[in-house]
Protein backbone atom coordinates (compact mmCIF):
# COMPACT_ATOMS: atom_id res chain seq x y z
CA UNK A 1 0.00 0.00 0.00
CA UNK A 2 1.42 3.31 -0.62
CA UNK A 3 1.84 6.18 2.28
CA UNK A 4 3.41 9.33 2.42
CA UNK A 5 4.13 10.64 5.66
CA UNK A 6 4.94 14.44 6.24
CA UNK A 7 6.79 15.40 8.86
CA UNK A 8 8.90 18.64 9.47
CA UNK A 9 6.64 21.00 10.86
CA UNK A 10 6.03 23.15 14.05
CA UNK A 11 5.99 26.42 16.05
CA UNK A 12 8.42 28.86 14.04
CA UNK A 13 8.64 32.76 14.70
CA UNK A 14 8.28 34.87 11.66
CA UNK A 15 11.08 35.33 8.97
CA UNK A 16 12.34 32.30 10.16
CA UNK A 17 13.25 28.80 8.19
CA UNK A 18 11.44 25.18 7.80
CA UNK A 19 12.13 21.93 6.56
CA UNK A 20 9.10 20.14 5.58
CA UNK A 21 9.77 16.36 4.48
CA UNK A 22 7.17 13.86 2.70
CA UNK A 23 8.37 10.39 3.04
CA UNK A 24 7.03 7.97 0.34
CA UNK A 25 6.58 3.92 1.34
CA UNK A 26 5.49 1.27 -0.86
CA UNK A 27 6.05 3.03 -3.81
CA UNK A 28 9.00 5.07 -5.59
CA UNK A 29 8.55 8.90 -5.78
CA UNK A 30 11.27 8.99 -8.28
CA UNK A 31 8.34 7.94 -10.63
CA UNK A 32 5.69 10.51 -9.60
CA UNK A 33 5.04 14.00 -9.87
CA UNK A 34 4.91 15.06 -6.25
CA UNK A 35 3.19 18.38 -4.99
CA UNK A 36 2.76 20.45 -1.41
CA UNK A 37 -0.50 22.05 -0.77
CA UNK A 38 -1.33 23.55 2.56
CA UNK A 39 -4.65 24.31 4.27
CA UNK A 40 -4.86 27.57 5.59
CA UNK A 41 -7.69 30.12 7.09
CA UNK A 42 -7.31 31.07 3.21
CA UNK A 43 -8.41 27.68 2.01
CA UNK A 44 -6.80 25.29 0.32
CA UNK A 45 -3.56 26.16 -2.45
CA UNK A 46 -1.20 24.01 -3.78
CA UNK A 47 2.47 26.07 -3.28
CA UNK A 48 4.95 23.80 -4.89
CA UNK A 49 5.28 20.74 -7.17
CA UNK A 50 8.05 18.76 -8.48
CA UNK A 51 8.33 16.63 -12.13
CA UNK A 52 9.32 13.46 -11.84
CA UNK A 53 11.06 13.35 -15.28
CA UNK A 54 13.33 16.28 -15.33
CA UNK A 55 12.50 17.82 -12.05
CA UNK A 56 11.43 21.18 -13.14
CA UNK A 57 9.13 22.65 -10.30
CA UNK A 58 6.25 25.25 -10.34
CA UNK A 59 5.45 27.62 -7.48
CA UNK A 60 2.06 29.58 -6.81
CA UNK A 61 3.05 33.17 -6.84
CA UNK A 62 2.00 33.67 -3.33
CA UNK A 63 5.24 31.86 -2.52
CA UNK A 64 7.92 32.42 -5.34
CA UNK A 65 11.22 33.29 -3.79
CA UNK A 66 10.75 31.65 -0.04
CA UNK A 67 9.76 28.28 -1.03
CA UNK A 68 12.52 25.11 -2.78
CA UNK A 69 11.34 22.24 -3.17
CA UNK A 70 13.16 19.39 -3.91
CA UNK A 71 14.14 15.45 -4.46
CA UNK A 72 16.60 13.20 -2.45
CA UNK A 73 15.17 9.87 -4.49
CA UNK A 74 18.11 7.93 -2.13
CA UNK A 75 15.91 8.74 0.66
CA UNK A 76 12.58 8.32 -1.64
CA UNK A 77 11.63 11.87 -0.06
CA UNK A 78 10.81 15.38 -1.35
CA UNK A 79 11.49 18.29 0.78
CA UNK A 80 10.18 21.76 1.32
CA UNK A 81 12.46 24.39 2.75
CA UNK A 82 10.19 27.54 3.61
CA UNK A 83 12.61 30.69 4.49
CA UNK A 84 11.23 33.97 5.21
CA UNK A 85 8.20 32.67 7.49
CA UNK A 86 5.44 35.22 7.54
CA UNK A 87 2.13 34.44 9.60
CA UNK A 88 -0.15 33.74 6.55
CA UNK A 89 2.50 30.36 6.21
CA UNK A 90 0.71 29.14 8.84
CA UNK A 91 -1.23 26.23 8.14
CA UNK A 92 -1.57 22.31 7.79
CA UNK A 93 0.45 21.21 5.13
CA UNK A 94 0.45 17.52 2.89
CA UNK A 95 2.15 16.12 -0.08
CA UNK A 96 0.31 14.83 -2.76
CA UNK A 97 1.98 12.34 -5.64
CA UNK A 98 0.55 11.20 -9.23
CA UNK A 99 2.28 9.29 -11.85
CA UNK A 100 -0.22 11.15 -14.35
CA UNK A 101 -0.56 14.85 -13.44
CA UNK A 102 2.20 16.98 -14.60
CA UNK A 103 2.97 20.01 -12.24
CA UNK A 104 0.78 22.27 -13.57
CA UNK A 105 -2.24 19.74 -13.10
CA UNK A 106 -0.74 19.19 -10.27
CA UNK A 107 -0.46 22.09 -8.30
CA UNK A 108 -3.36 24.46 -9.53
CA UNK A 109 -5.92 21.69 -10.15
CA UNK A 110 -7.95 21.18 -6.57
CA UNK A 111 -8.94 17.43 -6.16
CA UNK A 112 -10.37 15.24 -3.64
CA UNK A 113 -7.69 13.59 -1.86
CA UNK A 114 -8.63 10.45 -3.23
CA UNK A 115 -7.93 12.14 -6.64
CA UNK A 116 -4.39 11.23 -6.31
CA UNK A 117 -2.30 8.34 -6.06
CA UNK A 118 -1.37 9.08 -2.80
CA UNK A 119 -1.61 12.00 -0.33
CA UNK A 120 -0.43 11.99 3.05
CA UNK A 121 -1.90 13.21 6.55
CA UNK A 122 -0.21 16.34 6.68
CA UNK A 123 2.04 18.69 9.32
CA UNK A 124 1.37 21.42 11.11
CA UNK A 125 2.77 24.93 10.45
CA UNK A 126 2.49 27.58 12.90
CA UNK A 127 3.86 30.92 12.30
CA UNK A 128 4.27 33.38 15.70
CA UNK A 129 4.87 36.83 15.47
Known amino acids: QSHLVESGGGLVQSGGTLTLSCAASGFTLDSYTVGWWRQTEKGREGVACISKNDNSTYYADSVKGRFTISRDNAKNTVFLQIDSLKLEDTGVYYC???????????????????????WGQGTQVTVSS
Open 96 to 118: AADHIFNIQVLCRVIRPETGYDA
